[in-house]
């Protein structure tokens, strides 16, 4: 039984703002028709009614809904398309239609229809009913009544408040939620004709409980463990420029940027430390010279242990005097090396050299 939800007429309207206190108004009428009428507010009585019921009851479900039901159990037989409320002054307080039949009446069957009213808050209890012999109001957080099922898409949703949830329908739910649940999980809600209370609740609250006790943990380069109480986010943490330089971490990955923050300008003097501890340097020296001189190269700043060192002899133009040369006179040590220039005949001379240095 899916209640209706009806227009306020201009008269209703002006008498529920006439209405306080012990003033209430009273809906004591059902008019039926079978004509699919336009509900506009501006009706003030129901076209082609065609059968008035008195037979009404009702109550305020909360501070702004009114819930009403009507009920006609005598031997008539007829269509309904239209619905007006009425007052016990007569006015016409509301109205529903539409195209299909609300309901067909045989001559066996019992006409029940579930109406609501939604008010502004506080105006449910400006309304009051002549008959409140019978009455089916939906149910709420404070009143008891009749309630539909929910499906497994509604409770899959969680959007409807009106609903109930059974315990099969909120333990298919938890199936899909919570890591380790299986179907036979669900299946111990069997009963679909019985509702959780906060009592019968608290098992299953442990159970989620026990599940989300457990956590995540991780090895290697993953990081981000802990307990499934908390949003988590794993993460790999990548290698910094210093790290692939020194080539011993092993809890870091090597991305394209670490190789980025290396370094990739070469000057005229450099240094650049390769991944995995090899070091190159790099200069020169520039000065004209015609005699067999020694010169000391320092680094500016020292190999760690070690180097080996190349030479390169440079002349300003090329010619046929220059035949100097220039060699390592002994071993290069970490801080530096010293260069030998040599000829032969004594002719020409030398404009400098290049040197490379690699070591670690």
């Known amino acids: 039984m899916t209640p209706l939800v009806l227009t306020l007429t201009n008269g209703g309207l002006a008498a529920l703002r006439a209405a306080a206190g012990t003033n209430a108004i009273v809906i004591a009428q059902i008019g039926l028709s079978a004509r699919a009428i336009v509900a506009a507010p501006t009706l003030t009585a129901l076209p082609d009614e065609h059968r008035r019921l008195a037979t009404v009851s009702g109550a305020a479900v909360d501070d702004r809904t009114v819930h009403l039901t009507a009920r006609d159990d005598s031997d008539a037989t007829y269509t309904v398309r239209a619905i007006g409320v009425y007052l016990s002054d007569g006015t016409l307080f509301a109205t529903y239609a539409q195209a299909d039949p609300i309901f067909e009446k045989a001559r066996v069957a019992t006409y029940l229809q579930a109406?609501?009213?939604?008010?502004?808050?506080?105006?449910?209890?400006?309304?009051?009913?002549?008959?409140?012999?019978f009455l089916y109001p939906p149910a709420t957080q404070s009143t008891r009544g009749v309630a539909e099922i929910a499906t497994e898409g509604e409770v899959d949703t969680g959007a409807d408040d009106t609903r109930i949830v059974t315990p099969l329908g909120l333990a298919r739910r938890f199936a899909k939620l919570l890591i380790g649940a299986t179907r036979e999980d669900a299946d111990a809600g069997t009963r679909q004709d019985r509702y959780l209370t906060p009592w019968s609740i608290g098992p299953l609250l442990t159970r989620v409980a026990t599940l989300f006790a457990r956590r995540v943990n991780t090895d290697g380069l993953l990081l981000?463990?802990?307990?499934?109480?908390?949003?988590?986010?794993?993460?790999?943490?990548?290698?910094?420029?210093?790290?692939?330089?020194?080539?011993?971490?092993?809890?870091?990955?090597?991305?394209?940027?670490?190789?980025?923050?290396?370094?990739?300008?070469?000057?005229?003097?450099?240094?650049?430390?390769?991944?995995?501890?090899?070091?190159?340097?790099?200069?020169g020296h520039r000065g004209r010279s015609n005699s067999e001189i020694s010169l000391y190269i320092p680094f500016a700043t020292p190999f760690p242990n070690g180097c080996r060192v190349q030479l390169t002899p440079l002349i300003a133009t090329a010619n046929a005097?220059?035949?100097?040369?220039?060699?390592?006179?002994?071993?290069?040590?970490?801080?530096?090396?010293?260069?030998?220039?040599?000829?032969?005949?004594?002719?020409?001379?030398?404009?400098?050299?290049?040197?490379?240095?690699?070591?670690?």
């Open 224 to 283: 981000g463990a802990g307990s499934l109480a908390t949003d988590l986010t794993l993460s790999v943490p990548p290698a910094t420029a210093d790290q692939l330089r020194n080539g011993t971490a092993s809890n870091v990955a090597v991305t394209p940027r670490s190789f980025g923050d290396l370094g990739n300008v070469i000057g005229m003097t450099g240094s650049y430390t390769l991944p995995g501890g090899r070091i190159d340097k790099w200069g």
């Open 115 to 133: 109406i609501d009213i939604r008010l502004q808050p506080g105006e449910a209890a400006l309304v009051t009913f002549g008959d409140a012999n």
């Open 321 to 360: 005097s220059d035949d100097y040369f220039c060699q390592l006179a002994g071993e290069p040590t970490a801080a530096g090396f010293t260069v030998q220039y040599q000829s032969d005949d004594a002719n020409g001379g030398l404009d400098g050299f290049d040197w490379l240095a690699i070591g670690h």
